[in-house]
């Protein structure tokens, strides 16, 4: 016979009640870690496998990396539910996945598409400021996720984009909170699907990085010693709150705090997710969420990344051990640990008299209840691998996602109404697959015979040592001068339409001056592009953040603050369009 809380029929508020009391100190300490799994041939990237958490350390929440063919993590999300249900208490696996449906490709923030759709990163979402188009956005995830095993986002990443040199820029929405607002609560809708509330069919979204990321200060990022200051000069905390009230308005059920110290405010000086005032005095008391707050990875113990030993990211708590990191972890009010696969340390804060079993039971009683309100303790602990590979990548997501990807695309200038191209033109290109030209252009290598060319760039960054870092692209947004000169060359050459990828607001004057026409990419893939430049469809994007004019000015702003330069070279909200060649004047209150 079932137990109470095996039985579906009961409250979630019921089965947690009687489940709880059935947990030993060690079950309830292993449900409070959050740890990464990979896949296939690489399915222990920190060292371990699910199975060996599983077994060693009681885990059942696990941040999935890497991604196979949708059969192979079907598969895998039953295999390990499989070795759940056999425990003694058979409490299932949530699975977790960082964002999977765009063009980035940093292990730490992000996963490039692969099986899935491709989109064009948040960013580009934002250039499009469509709710409805991100509301379905959303639930596209949410049906590819689902057919796989994936419940949990560790996102929407609702940050402001206020310091133009911040390496996480591109998986926000930009620089302004009520169009992040808009677009976080449109996106988490689409996440939580039909019905109004998290249930079986829903993806949970675990919001980030609280109480904002952006603010960081000279750019650098906090998943680095360098970076881990949050500086405030220019007095606009509360403005970085506003996508995150506005995330638990639309019925986000966690939250996840940044690596970073406030600095210069009135919260205590040590890394967010260490902070009681930050967490339980806003998050918690002011703010009044009771949902799960999961840690950013890696708080307690050192430990690899990508084969590279990394100390942990205990900013302003360095000189206290592991066990002391966990229990003012735990004191601050956060309900899980990611990142870290070491419940001992739990335990033994219990046994020692430091820590309450029963401020531990609050934490599980949220974890417990989030599995519950997501039906895997029911019928949605397996997946059909068949349905599966059905879903993902469907024909009809990747035709909407590519539709994004065009309609995201910002025309900043068309001189002379260069743009659309018409005919077969003389082309010249850089950055563009030479097999998908083709099908719209004749194509010629040697620029002073083109009519055209057409200039694929990346943002400018500065390269940092050490492999993972180096997937974190920061610093100077500037070209050097030498790299400079080849482009102005280029346009000097010949009449030149540069399509630039903003992962940050690039310094780009002399190109702005110089093109024929410049456009702005989010993640867009060749074709996308091309379709634009020749006017089979239209681009419709507009700024999400101003572009700086120099180097100066960035270094001068003040990193909390939204669209500060009173001359921009564009401004937030600029996009021209081919009808009119006119910029769009958008409707978006500050």
């Not at 996102?155 to 820029?169: G, N, S």
């Not at 990344?305 to 966990?326: S, Y």
């Not at 790299?483 to 310094?507: C, F, G, K, S």
């Amino acid at each position: 016979m079932n137990l109470p809380y095996q039985d579906p029929s009961r409250s979630v508020e019921e089965r947690v009640a009687d489940l709880l009391p059935r947990m030993t100190l060690e079950e309830k300490a292993g449900l409070l870690f959050h740890h990464a799994i990979g896949i296939g041939a690489n399915p222990a990237p920190v060292g371990l496998t699910a199975e060996q958490m599983m077994s060693g350390a009681l885990m059942s929440h696990f941040n999935l990396l890497g991604a196979g063919t949708p059969r192979e993590m079907a598969e895998l999300h039953n295999h390990l539910q499989e070795q759940a249900a056999a425990t003694r208490l058979g409490i299932p696996v949530t699975l977790s996945t960082d964002p999977r449906h765009a063009f980035t490709d940093n292990p730490g923030t992000a996963m490039m598409a692969g099986p899935f759709s491709q989109w064009p990163e948040t960013l580009g979402l934002a250039a499009t400021d469509d709710a409805g188009l991100v509301r379905r956005y959303g639930d596209t995830v949410r049906r590819e996720y689902l057919a796989v095993g994936l419940r949990v986002a560790l996102h929407p990443q609702i940050d402001l984009a206020t310091e133009p040199r911040w390496a996480r820029i591109s998986g926000t929405f930009g620089e302004d909170a009520d169009l992040t607002s808009r677009l976080a609560a449109a996106y988490i809708e689409g996440l939580r699907g039909p019905g109004g509330q998290l249930g079986r069919d829903s993806v949970a979204a675990m919001v980030k990085h609280f109480p904002g990321g952006g603010p960081q200060k000279d750019g650098e990022d906090p998943h680095f010693p360098y970076g881990r200051e949050q500086i405030y000069p220019g007095g606009f905390f509360d403005y970085h709150l506003k996508p995150f009230k506005a995330a638990l308005a639309a019925g986000a059920t966690q939250v996840m705090p940044y690596y970073g110290m406030p600095v210069g405010t009135p919260y205590e000086e040590v890394g967010f997710g260490f902070n009681h005032g930050i967490i339980t005095g806003l998050l918690r008391e002011k703010l009044g969420f009771d949902g799960i707050v999961c840690t950013d990875w890696g708080l307690l113990t050192d430990g690899p990344i990508m084969g590279e030993t990394h100390a942990a990211r205990a900013w302003g708590v360095e000189h206290l051990t592991p066990e002391q990191r966990a229990l003012k972890v735990l004191h601050a009010g956060a309900d899980q640990i990611g990142g870290e696969a070491c419940p001992e340390l739990i335990t033994a804060l219990v046994r020692d008299g430091l820590l309450t079993e029963s401020r531990l039971d609050v934490s599980v009683t949220r974890l417990l209840a989030e599995k519950f309100r997501l039906g895997l303790f029911d019928d949605r602990r397996y997946v059909d691998p068949d349905a599966a590979e059905e879903t993902v990548g469907r024909a009809d997501f990747r035709t909407a996602g590519e539709a994004a990807q065009r309609r995201s695309l910002t025309l900043l200038e068309n001189r002379a109404a260069v743009l659309p191209l018409t005919g077969r033109p003389r082309l010249y290109m850089e950055g563009v697959d030479p097999d998908t030209a083709a099908e719209y252009a004749d194509l010629v290598t040697d620029p002073t015979r083109a009519d055209i060319a057409v200039l694929r760039l990346n943002t400018p960054y500065e390269p940092r040592p050490g492999l993972f870092e180096s997937f974190f692209h920061a610093g100077r947004l500037d070209f050097g001068q030498e790299r400079l000169q080849q482009i102005l060359t280029l346009l000097d050459t010949v009449p030149t339409v540069v399509t630039l990828h903003l992962e940050r607001p690039a310094v780009i004057p002399e190109i702005a001056d110089r093109c024929a026409a410049l456009l702005a990419a989010y993640g867009a893939g060749d074709r996308a592009l091309l379709d634009v430049l020749f006017g089979r469809a239209d681009p419709q994007g507009a700024l999400p953040f101003p572009l700086p004019r120099s180097m100066a000015e960035v270094e001068a702003g003040r990193p909390d603050v939204p669209q500060e330069s009173a001359e921009p070279l564009y401004a937030f909200g600029h996009g021209l369009r081919y009808a009119t060649h006119r910029a769009r004047q958008p409707d978006r209150a500050r």
